[in-house]
């Protein structure tokens, strides 16, 4: 079964402070999906990236930047000058197949980021 | 305009009672999902439809029955409703069922079962 761990439960950072959310994830798949989402504390899931496994690309946004690293199975994900807005719940996520009819995001627990300031 | 829209957006209700989840999408997806968050914040995902069929049925109770009269929409009915449901449910949608396009999430359904 595919699976994806985020190990670390819970961050606390001052602002300004460099952070970084790890993922592992599982998979016997050669092709899959990757992604982050953010649960900011007003409850919705927003998009932040998505990555394929053919593309080991690192990819930066403005302050974020994600580390996708196919030889450990991983796929970071770096706050840079953290502000207080970046409080928040991250999820880190994979794409998984059901049989041939669809595939489903299957999400790692989550990391409660705290900044305070 | 809101992409993925979910009403109502909290629901309070007794054991035993029968409740309806309604979402909406207007990005002309044809894959819409209903996924749990429970109260550990931990996200599973419960159905999937393409084209208004479904694909996906993770193992939820049949008390539970989604319905998508077009692709656009995707309700959620739940009978005899149980502590245990207390949750906020997510419907997302995305381009196609193939899993390499983003799921894009409403705003949440926050249920409380007393």
């Known amino acids: 079964a595919q699976k994806v761990t985020q190990a670390q439960t819970e961050i606390s950072v001052v602002e300004k402070e460099d952070v970084t959310l790890d993922c592992v994830y599982e998979?016997?798949?050669?092709?899959?999906?990757l992604f982050w989402y953010k649960q900011p504390p007003s409850g919705e899931l927003v998009f932040l990236i998505r990555?394929?496994?053919?593309?080991?690309q690192n990819e930066i946004s403005g302050r974020y930047s994600w580390n996708f690293q196919k030889s450990t199975s991983s796929f970071n994900f770096t706050i840079t000058a953290s502000q207080v807005v970046d409080s928040a719940v991250y999820f880190c996520?994979?794409?998984?197949?059901?049989?041939?009819?669809?595939?489903?995001?299957?999400f790692g627990k989550g990391t409660t980021l705290s900044v305070s300031s | 305009d809101t992409a993925v829209s979910q009403t109502p957006k909290y629901l309070v209700t007794q054991m035993g009672n029968d409740k309806s989840i309604k979402c909406e999408q207007n990005?002309?997806?044809?894959?819409m999902y209903w996924y749990k968050q429970d109260s550990k914040k931990f996200l599973k995902i419960m159905f999937s439809?393409?084209?208004?069929?479904?694909?996906i049925n993770e193992t939820v109770p049949n008390r539970f029955s989604p319905k998508s009269p077009d692709k656009a929409h995707l309700n959620l009915h739940i009978n005899s409703l149980e502590l245990g449901d207390s949750a906020v449910y997510f419907c997302?949608?995305?381009?196609?069922?193939?899993?390499?396009?983003?799921?894009?999430f409403g705003p949440g359904t926050r249920l409380t079962v007393l």
């Open positions: 990555r394929n496994s053919f593309d080991e």
């Open positions: 998979t016997r798949d050669t092709t899959y999906y």
């Open positions: 996520a994979l794409s998984e197949e059901y049989g041939q009819a669809g595939t489903a995001l299957i």
């Open positions: 997302a949608s995305s381009q196609d069922p193939g899993g390499r396009n983003e799921q894009f």
């Open positions: 439809y393409n084209n208004k069929e479904l694909i």
């Open positions: 990005l002309g997806h044809d894959t």
